[in-house]
């Protein structure tokens, strides 16, 4: 009974769509009270504010006591591995462990080890898979279907869970997605088209950060010049076509990859997609522990 939510690859699309239908219900009012008092665990050794958070709210929201982490007071600093730290905490029972690391497929090494069930809040550069079926919510909630519709993913494509996922996810719904923004940042294999037509011809404009981070060598561009190019702002949004919609993962860094005055213009979704996250971060802890 209940299943791990780590990727989305692995799941078909009619069960993709009952996690939407479920997060659809939460967001509409629907109350579900079985999974009180059980306890879940938030894992972040990476730093978080929407995943942590909202999952911290869906976990309040459905009645489930909750034990929060923090790395930098743990014995992570006294060299305890990533293992041993998720090990000791499924040691002391929860129910659920909802968990964020920086090495991509993290959670190979914990399955079949753990008996908590796992929920990926983000892996490396691999997968994001409630960020994306937040993505999927707010999309399905503007257009009211998925197929057919085009969706520009641009910016530090290549080290986004959030493009990885969403690429390859989307596609799977129908939708036809491109990416864009600097080479240096793009995937060949994922749809490459210039800027400036992939901001004209899309429903979805999904904007990345630039993930200094993740980088082993600084940008080529400096901040000012990736905004000039790439930046969502005033005058590139003429550029969008009737009826589309502007979202970002977020953290967003105004004016870098979106001016000031898009973060919540009239076509931006962002704090939607927030809102949503709530709802389908209910329904993954729902799958995971009830369904
Ligand atoms: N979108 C997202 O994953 O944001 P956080 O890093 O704040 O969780």
Request: charged share 25%; net charge negative.
């Amino acid at each position: 009974m209940g299943k791990n939510l780590l990727e989305l690859k692995s799941l078909d699309v009619s069960e993709i769509v009952s996690i939407l239908d479920q997060a659809q219900a939460f967001h509409d009012g629907e109350v579900f009270r079985g999974l009180e008092g059980r306890i879940a665990a938030n894992l972040f050794f990476e730093p978080s504010t929407r995943t942590q958070y909202s999952f911290n709210v869906a976990e309040v929201k459905l009645g489930l006591r909750v034990v929060s982490f923090n790395p930098a007071g743990s014995s992570l600093q006294k060299n305890e591995s990533f293992y041993d730290t998720v090990k000791t905490f499924d040691s002391f029972g929860p129910d659920l462990l909802v968990i964020r690391h920086v090495e991509n497929e993290y959670y190979n090494q914990l399955l079949g080890h753990v008996n908590a069930k796992i929920l990926n809040g983000g892996d490396g550069t691999g997968n994001h898979p409630t960020q994306s079926l937040l993505d999927l919510l707010t999309i399905r909630q503007e257009f009211g279907h998925f197929e057919g519709l085009k969706v520009a993913i641009i910016g530090d494509v290549s080290h986004s869970r959030v493009a990885h996922t969403n690429f390859e996810v989307m596609g799977r719904l129908g939708m036809e997605v491109c990416t864009s923004g600097p080479e240096e940042y793009m995937e060949t294999a994922l749809n490459y088209k210039p800027f400036e037509e992939a901001v004209r011809e899309s429903d979805v404009v999904m904007l990345l950060r630039v993930q200094h981070e993740r980088h082993k060598e600084k940008m080529h561009l400096s901040v000012e010049e990736y905004h000039r190019r790439y930046g969502m702002d005033k005058q590139k949004l003429s550029w969008m076509k009737d009826g589309a919609i502007i979202m970002h993962p977020a953290p967003f860094n105004r004016g870098v990859e979106i001016a000031d005055e898009v973060v919540e213009c009239s076509r931006s979704r962002i704090f939607k997609q927030v809102n949503n996250g709530v709802f389908v971060r209910m329904a993954a802890i729902k799958r995971a522990l009830w369904d």
